[in-house]
Nanobody, 115 residues
Framework: QVHVVESGGGLVQAGGSLRLSCAAS????????MGWYRQAPGNLRELVAA???????NYGDSVKGRFTISRDNAKNTVYLQMNNLKPEDTAVYYC?????????WGKGTLVTVSS
């Protein structure tokens, strides 16, 4: 069984920064991708950033240059450093672990950016 747990959300003013963390545990074998998605009310879930172990990060267009994803493979942990936050970044952020064709999701953490 695999568990994915996010932490680090909260309320921040526009222009501020937050750092999200996500730890995966359980039976995780092989090359995998860890990443962040977000969903705002009334919107579809969208990719924020993802990184394969030992690979190059992939970012959604709206966060390029502001957000940075990193991971600690030994700890099966992924981080999302979010700088210069904007009100439109307000959403529930979900951590995703993909192992082959299996997707595992956390419960999400709310990020609210006030103007």
């Amino acid at each position: 069984q695999v568990h994915v747990v996010e932490s680090g959300g909260g309320l921040v003013q526009a222009g501020g920064s937050l750092r999200l963390s996500c730890a995966a545990s359980g039976s995780i074998f092989g090359i995998n991708t860890m990443g962040w998605y977000r969903q705002a009310p009334g919107n579809l879930r969208e990719l924020v950033a993802a990184i394969i172990s030992g690979g190059i990060p992939n970012y959604g267009d709206s966060v390029k240059g502001r957000f940075t994803i990193s991971r600690d493979n030994a700890k099966n942990t992924v981080y999302l450093q979010m700088n210069n936050l904007k009100p439109e970044d307000t959403a529930v952020y979900y951590c995703n672990l993909r192992v082959f064709t299996m997707d595992y999701w956390g419960k999400g953490t709310l990020v609210t950016v006030s103007s």
